[in-house]
């Protein structure tokens, strides 16, 4: 079926959310993917950091094969081959680095979904039933302005975008949102939830004091209801607002404020997680902290859906038989995916080859023509423009056969597979070059 029909098809059947590029895309290899009339094209987006060894890599594809021929579906009722095995390899890649603060839980344990915002929904659960069971009732959490963690309805209100979340209000109550590297704000967000859930709970004049104080704490009008918080919620780098990391000090700071409150850390590391930011297997390592929970998806399965949340110390037994489930989480097929992924990942050493590779490219973006800014940590990098032409610098790009993301007007984000070398770095550079210096006039 040729494009043309596809997008007749599509205009016609399929629900449109998505302001679709006009391109079809039939086949993949390595770092490269190609159309339907056979142009080759380099990702420099891989699936929005989802396809992380490279599309068709042929060890995960002889996995889902393998399994496909074998068992597709089963549920969860019912044991799957190496579910067990991969939540073991989970737990020890969680509890990589050298930590300055000693991990708590002897193992993580894992609960496998389907996406990224399952498995914030899941975590976000997670952190409920903690604050109703072991700090009295508190449900409220913290996340940060900016952020992304999903789209169903509890993540969304949890998402710090406002213009995301308009026309689906009233959005779930209990989220405050604060802006990323300001502990002055995050503690002002502590301490006015606090006060206002004792305000409520005593029923006294003090009331409308302690409300005053949480409108102060949360000043992008987001509701925090009546409790008080249980749980902290970050990316470690904001990947949809643009590529904009949290410092390793506030990271730090966070988790000591956290720590010291008995409030729960969630750190959302669905598209940082699997080496996408070098070095480590997910990034709050970098700051060598230890959350409560830890939600992941995207690179874990080359593409294959497969996520999953974690828990460690008390947090890692606290959801029981009925509280949570999932009709396709951990099945055969993605049970297979994340582990052929994960030994790929192993074998190329992506620790290494990511953070060396992040530099590399990082410094070569920085040379660029109305290139202002770089940030990000990996292979994980967004880019800010002198000029407001993201959006024709990426139509172009992928005009010369090139695949990458651009937020807003002044933003483009890089997310290429975890194999590339630098000879394909050099190859957008130079694609990125020629497009930049024709926009410098």
Not at 129 to 134: A, F, T
Request: proline share 4%; aromatic share 8%.
């Amino acid at each position: 079926m040729s494009l043309v029909q596809q997008q007749e098809f599509e205009n016609d059947f399929v629900m449109h959310t998505y302001g679709r590029k006009p391109v079809m895309f039939v086949r993949g290899e390595g770092v490269y993917l190609y159309d339907d009339a056979g142009k080759k094209y380099l990702d420099f987006l891989a699936g929005v950091g989802a396809v992380s060894v490279g599309h068709s890599n042929p060890n995960v594809v002889a996995a889902l094969q393998e399994q496909a021929a074998k068992l597709v579906h089963v549920g969860n009722y019912f044991y799957v081959e190496g579910r067990g095995e991969l939540a073991q390899k989970l737990s020890g890649l969680l509890a990589t680095s050298g930590a300055e603060q000693e991990d708590p839980s002897g193992a993580w344990k894992v609960f496998f979904a389907n996406s990224g915002a399952e498995a914030n929904e899941g975590a976000i659960k997670l952190a409920r039933k903690y604050g109703n069971e072991k700090l009295g009732g508190a449900g409220t959490i913290i996340s940060a302005q900016q952020s992304f963690h999903g789209r169903t309805l509890a993540a969304l209100a949890a998402t710090g975008q406002e213009g995301k979340q308009a026309v689906f209000a009233p959005m779930p109550a209990g989220f405050i949102h604060v802006p990323i590297n300001d502990e002055a704000a995050l503690l002002a967000a502590l301490d006015g939830a606090a006060a206002n859930a004792a305000a409520a709970a005593n029923g006294s004049a003090h009331a409308a004091d302690g409300a005053a104080a949480h409108a102060a704490a949360a000043p992008d009008g987001s509701a925090a209801g009546s409790s008080a918080v249980c749980a902290v919620m970050l990316e470690c780098v904001q990947g949809e607002a643009g590529v904009w990391p949290c410092s390793l000090e506030y990271l730090k700071a966070v988790r000591k404020l956290t720590a010291e409150r008995n409030i729960a850390l969630i750190i959302d590391e669905v598209q940082t997680g699997f080496y996408r930011t070098g070095t480590y297997p997910f990034s709050y390592q970098h700051a060598g902290i230890v959350p409560d929970i830890v939600s992941m998806a995207k690179g874990i399965g080359n593409g294959f859906p497969v996520a999953a949340f974690a828990a460690c110390g008390e947090m890692a037994d606290l959801l029981v038989l009925g509280e949570h489930g999932s009709t396709f989480g951990g099945g055969p097929l993605a049970i297979a995916a994340a582990h052929a992924t994960l030994d790929e990942l192993e074998a190329n050493d992506a620790a290494t080859q990511v953070a060396q590779l992040g530099e590399y490219f990082a410094a070569g973006l920085a040379k660029l023509p109305l290139v202002v800014d770089v940030r990000g940590k990996g292979l994980m990098c967004g880019v800010s423009l002198s000029k407001p032409v993201a959006p024709e610098v990426g139509e172009a790009a992928l005009e010369g056969g090139l695949v990458i993301n651009t937020i807003g007007d002044n933003t483009l984000r890089f997310l290429p597979p975890l194999v590339v070398n630098k000879e394909q770095i050099d190859e957008a550079l130079s694609i990125l070059q020629t497009i930049l210096a024709g926009k410098v006039s």
